[in-house]
């Protein structure tokens, strides 16, 4: 499972980077960015859950959970 943010939807209120932030990190304007875990490389399996988590509450459904794998 991969996410990714759709920056012409994010609004910037946080609350994926509040739920997970080793998910999820803040630009300077406060929208959401990738961090490090999920930059470049698959979620790690014990981080899904919050993964989803953060995708549920997103009010502008701006994370997107891409359920294949990196191949
Ligand atoms: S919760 Fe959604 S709108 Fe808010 S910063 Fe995260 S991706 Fe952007």
Do not use: K, W
């Given at each position: ?32 960015t ?28 701006a994370v ?8």
């Open positions: 499972m991969r996410v990714s943010i759709d920056s012409t939807t994010c609004q910037g209120h946080g609350r994926c980077y509040d739920l997970a932030p080793d998910l999820f990190g803040e630009d300077e304007e406060g929208y959401a990738l961090t490090e875990v999920t930059a470049d490389q698959d979620v790690p399996s014990d981080r899904e859950h919050d993964a989803r988590l953060a995708a549920a509450n997103c009010p502008e459904s997107l959970v891409h359920e294949q794998a990196r191949v």
